[in-house]
């Protein structure tokens, strides 16, 4: 008997050193706890807890920047009161650069707290007042630096009589507001919305799609669903499958504002209170409805290489994002038309609209599509007021890239492939097969593809340079025809912008090379008089009364200085399109036409 309780003891002991043992090499582990008992305040405070991480020191990171908005934002600036604890001591944590922490553990378990300070609403930012939370991750939560890959919990804690918490995040069944992510990675692409906002829901491709709206607005609920459904079916047509089991949109409705910021299986957009009232700026909407959605396969998915895994610590730089943002803005003009929101002549005024904007750009002469890409975080989000001259948008003039590669596609296939089939293809190859992004190289393979030849000349002309490509030419593959209005005129154009908003008449912009330019008006010139007379509207309004060649007299004032500068009016080298069905067309141009909108 005594040999037996030994025997008993023994294996207590075994079992006892063996789960010591494992206690001790437990996995790291990360969970989050998000509360805001001041929302009035602005502030979230963050509990973080790492379990199971050796050695003596452990480094806590927060990003610079959200991915999808290309600019170093510099988020750690809004921490404060950052401080470590292991059990209920208090352990050394000090800051050794601009968005890192070194937290003294002595290979302990830690429980790192902070505030951050939350006051810009915008779709790229965090925001709280007395009325809502909305966060994206980058921007409140840091990660143990090398563990980005790790798993991770997050409580959300609402503010008293705030009852709904909104994001992609799956939950923990069993524990409210819990979340799961993976990775680092899926908890900074979920963006949260928490409040007493209305949740709208509806099915799309046989997959749950909510919609938080915040904020008062003059929308119908069910026109609106059903509208939204309409434009998320006819983008999974492209490449045909959903990739999520849950999608939701977070819709800010506020006084002002505009735009939309993509994310893993979710949305932010804001709109004016009163866009769903008016026709025009509710397909408005719906265009950004589109192109936001379009983003769930294209950049998110289907992505450039440089574009994931992130390096959340500094600038990720790629010269594709003429692809990644101009072919969604593309597609969101196209979906909007199959999906039957704008009309065949709607859609010629907006593809003649989008040629005129770039071909008016002095910048369009400047830089290449694939330069703009790579120049994001220098110059897209940092405008002035010479930008005009020297930057062109990578969403403008890769929506024109993209409807010239799908005309080069619809012609060398007679209309039986078009750029959806090439998305796909890609879609298949990088994210399915190989889960990775694809090279500049491999993209331009991707189109050959489907044209069945070599694109160096499109790309060497049109990507990496800057030369204006024949529109006509690309158009005729659908037998549209573009008209310069302006061609055969010899109208005068002084080339400055001028803005009223101070009361007087003050130049904002100098277009490069025109008649503002070469008689030396300059930005912030104040307009005090012409030819004698003293000025007090916009200078703009006045010239076409003048020609070609006549001589002004103006009198400005440069920072307090009046100043005489004469001006001599030069010829409007601008453009302005019209597009329009060619007459006659041909049974191959009506094909292509219907291949490629989807109607006649």
Do not use: C
């Not at 553990?105 to 909305?134: N, P």
């Not at 890609?426 to 489907?450: P, V």
Request: hydrophobic share 35%; charged share 20%.
């Amino acid at each position: 008997m005594q040999k037996i309780i030994h025997s008993w003891a023994y294996g207590v002991l075994l079992l006892l050193a063996v789960a010591l043992s494992s206690s001790a090499y437990a996995a790291p582990s990360i969970s989050y706890r998000l509360s805001m008992p001041e929302p009035h305040t602005h502030y979230f405070e963050v509990e973080m807890r790492l379990e199971g991480f050796r050695g003596k020191n452990l480094e806590v990171t927060m990003p610079v920047w959200a991915p999808g908005s290309y600019l170093i934002r510099e988020f750690p600036k809004n921490v404060e009161a950052f401080q470590a604890h292991v059990g209920k001591n208090r352990v050394k944590a000090e800051k050794t650069d601009k968005n890192t922490w070194r937290v003294a553990t002595g290979g302990k378990d830690v429980t790192v707290t902070y505030k951050v300070y939350a006051y810009e609403l915008s779709v790229r930012t965090s925001f709280i007042d007395a009325t809502h939370g909305y966060l994206n991750g980058t921007s409140v939560f840091m990660y143990p630096e090398g563990h980005k890959d790790l798993p991770s919990t997050l409580t959300v804690v609402p503010y008293k009589g705030w009852s709904k918490v909104s994001t992609g995040l799956p939950v923990v069944e069993g524990k409210p507001f819990t979340y799961r992510a993976p990775n680092y990675d899926v908890l900074a692409d979920s963006p949260i919305e928490i409040g007493n906002h209305e949740i709208l829901s509806f099915e799309s491709n046989g997959v749950k799609h909510e919609v938080a709206m915040y904020g008062d607005a003059n929308y119908d609920p069910a026109r609106l669903t059903a509208d939204m459904k309409r434009v998320t079916d006819e983008s999974a047509k492209v490449f045909g499958e959903l990739p999520i089991k849950y999608y939701l949109f977070i819709v800010h409705n506020l006084a002002a504002g505009g735009g939309g910021l993509e994310h893993l299986n979710s949305t932010t957009l804001h709109a004016t209170r009163t866009t769903y009232g008016n026709e025009r700026t509710y397909k408005g909407f719906l265009n950004l409805v589109a192109h936001e959605y379009f983003h769930l396969w294209n950049v998110k998915r289907l992505r450039p290489i440089e574009l994931g895994p992130f390096d959340y610590n500094q600038e990720n730089y790629s010269r594709l994002l003429w692809v990644s943002e101009g072919f969604t803005t593309y597609y969101a003009d196209l979906i909007m038309r199959r999906a039957g929101f704008t009309s065949e002549q709607e859609h010629l005024e907006k593809i003649a609209s989008s040629i005129t904007s770039v071909e008016n750009t002095p910048g369009n002469k400047v830089v290449s599509a694939a330069q703009s890409s790579f120049d994001a975080w220098i110059k897209q989000y940092r405008p002035d007021e010479n930008s005009y001259n020297t930057h062109l948008s990578y969403y403008s003039k890769g929506a024109l890239l993209g409807m010239l590669l799908d005309m080069e596609i619809l012609k060398a296939t007679n209309g039986t492939k078009t750029l959806d089939d090439a998305m796909k293809a890609m879609y298949d190859l990088y994210y399915k097969k190989k889960n990775r992004g694809f090279t500049e190289k491999e993209f331009q393979e991707g189109i050959e593809k489907f044209t069945g030849r070599s694109m160096d000349d499109f790309f060497s002309r049109y990507v990496y340079g800057v030369e204006t490509p024949d529109y006509n030419a690309f158009l005729g593959t659908v037998g549209i025809t573009l008209k310069d209005l302006n061609h055969g005129t010899n109208q005068p154009l002084l080339g400055a912008g001028i803005s009223l908003a101070t009361g007087k008449p003050v130049v904002t912009t100098v277009t490069r090379n025109g008649s503002a330019w070469q008689a030396g008006l300059n930005v912030h010139d104040e307009i005090i008089g012409m030819n004698g007379y003293r000025v007090t509207d916009d200078l703009n309004k006045i010239i076409p009364a003048y020609q070609v060649g006549d001589a002004l007299e103006l009198v400005v004032s440069r920072s307090g200085q009046l100043m005489i500068l004469p001006v001599t009016l030069l010829k409007d080298q601008t453009v302005k399109y019209r597009a329009e069905r060619s007459s006659p067309v041909t049974e191959a141009q009506k094909m292509n036409y219907l291949a490629w909108t989807g109607s006649n």
